[in-house]
């Protein structure tokens, strides 16, 4: 299934390894290429008589690239005991760009092959594993529950008790068919249940199924301000004001919507969750800084591939884009969503449909600005009337 929108970044490593428990021996394995490090290979056999923060993590994933600064932090103050290893399946030349970009004082792992990841079984990024001076593993946990306090106890040689990490392995695919199973024939259901403990948090408008492609809307794990900004016409988390203060903790909900036809389908769904929440919605138009798309060279503009299947695709996450059969329209959402991070109206004037594919380093703006400019385009900071989605309660 595509135009899959990801709120946990989800990372599938292959299991041959069952979970460890928390004090058990954690075998041997090798870091087999480091960078930024003294040596370019070692094992975690040679790293012992030191704490061992191993962080799995990726470029594109934005909750990982939050917690660098704390790994940094953790590092400096406990250089001779501590050693972070933050691990990746990027490419090196991928890494080495983050790295260069983003200097760090902890070392950097590729693991392209996921021999480290298939030791600790995993589906959610980041995911840290720490293991103590003996070789035991200490805990599967978050990167902000390992602090300081963690660190000078696990020092003085107390007992820590952390959060622990249970990802649910089911690939997101299975997990759907495993909640909210469907026959062709069904014309209308809504289904809702509570969170799915250790899955992902995502959406699929399932657009490459011809039986529900546009009429069936399954979400897992997403909180009740992401269910209401998608119910009235998928506003971005940039373009809502949500006056209820909701935090991080807030439930989340699982549901799937199946109706006749696509037009009914954000209807639909917003007269089922009124029926059980209180909460509002109404949209209002405001005036707001944005980064406006302009074409700034027609002729370079006119290289871009123009879509000739009409078949459209939805790949995109923050770093990358593969679509086909987009508008600039399209385009400028992804810019707000995965690129710049700032509200962007598409001026361009273009009603074509093109396929556009690259990526770039997040972790340097210019990389993506450099980019359109090479397609003819640029973004002008101004003005303009937007609508916000605002949620609130009577």
Known sequence: MKNILYLLFFFAAQTTYAQLK???????????TLLNAPVNSISLKQLKGKIVLIEFWATWCGSCLVAMPHLKTLQAKYPKTLQV?????????????????????????????????????????????????????????????????????????????????????VSHDALIKQSFSATD????????????????????????????????????????????????????????????KSDKNAPVYCLDLIVKSGIDLLPALQKELAKRFDLQAKVTPMIKDVQVLRITD???????????????????????????????????????????????????????????????QPENPRSLLDILSGMGLGLNIDQRPVNMLVLYKK
């Not at 928390?22 to 087999?32: C, L, R, W, Y």
């Not at 069936?216 to 998928?234: D, E, H, K, Q, V």
């Not at 123009?306 to 385009?331: K, W």
């Open 85 to 169: 290893i933050a691990v990746t399946d990027e490419t090196e030349k991928r890494a080495g760009l983050y790295i260069k970009a983003k200097p760090a004082n902890f070392w950097f792992a590729v693991d392209t092959g996921r021999k480290v990841a298939e030791v600790f079984p995993h589906q959610l990024i980041p995911h840290s594993i720490l293991i103590g001076e003996d070789g035991k593993l200490i805990a599967a946990t978050d990167p902000e529950a390992i602090t300081e306090k963690v660190m000078d106890s696990l020092i003085s040689k107390q007992q820590v008790h952390l959060p622990e990490k249970k990802d649910n392995l």
């Open 298 to 360: 027609p002729a370079k503009f006119q290289t871009i591939t123009r879509n000739s299947s009409g078949i459209r695709t939805y790949y995109s996450r923050h770093g990358e884009i593969d679509q086909a059969a987009i508008t600039m329209a399209d385009f400028a959402d992804f810019l707000e969503n995965y690129g710049i991070g700032k509200l962007v109206v598409d001026e361009t004037g273009s009603k074509d449909k093109f396929d556009i594919k690259f990526s770039y």
């Open 22 to 32: 928390n004090g058990a021996n954690v075998p041997d394995m090798q870091f087999s």
């Open 185 to 244: 024939s069904v014309q209308y259901r809504f289904m809702m249940q509570p969170e799915i403990k250790g899955g992902p948090g995502l959406s699929t408008t399932w657009m490459d199924n011809k039986t529900f492609s546009g009429r069936r809307l399954t979400c897992i794990n997403l909180p009740l301000t992401t269910l209401y900004m998608l119910a009235n016409g998928s506003f971005s988390y940039g373009r809502t004001i949500d006056e209820t």
